[in-house]
């Protein structure tokens, strides 16, 4: 059994900065990929960020230069730091890890936390 427990969205003036955690906790071997996604109202999904295992990480274009994404294998955590954010960032953002086993790989998400930027 594998929990992904989000924290630290939130309400944030435009320009303002949030940081979000994901700790993951249960049978964990080895997490390999911790990402970050989002999905605000009628649009679809998208990757944020993500960082793989001995990898650097990847950003969409447009958080490029705002957003961070950082990783604590000792304690299992994933972590945003969103600086500058703007109006369009608004949206739920969701933890995404793949944690590799002897039989491959396996996806697990978190439940969200949603980020609200006022303009």
């Known amino acids: 059994q594998v929990q992904l427990v989000e924290s630290g969205g939130g309400l944030v003036q435009a320009g303002g900065s949030l940081r979000l955690s994901c700790a993951v906790s249960?049978?964990?071997?080895?997490?390999?990929?911790m990402g970050w996604y989002r999905q605000a109202p009628g649009k679809q999904r998208e990757r944020v960020a993500r960082?793989?295992?001995?990898?650097?990480?990847d950003y969409l274009d447009s958080v490029k230069g705002r957003f961070t994404i950082s990783r604590d294998n000792a304690k299992n955590t994933v972590y945003l730091q969103m600086n500058s954010l703007k109006p369009e960032d608004a949206a739920v953002y969701y933890c995404?890890?793949?944690?590799?086993?002897?039989?491959?790989?396996?996806?697990?998400w978190g439940q969200g936390t949603q980020v609200t930027v006022s303009s």
């Open positions: 995404r890890v793949v944690i590799v086993t002897s039989t491959g790989g396996n996806e697990y």
């Open positions: 960082i793989a295992s001995g990898s650097s990480p």
């Open positions: 249960g049978s964990i071997f080895n997490i390999d990929v």
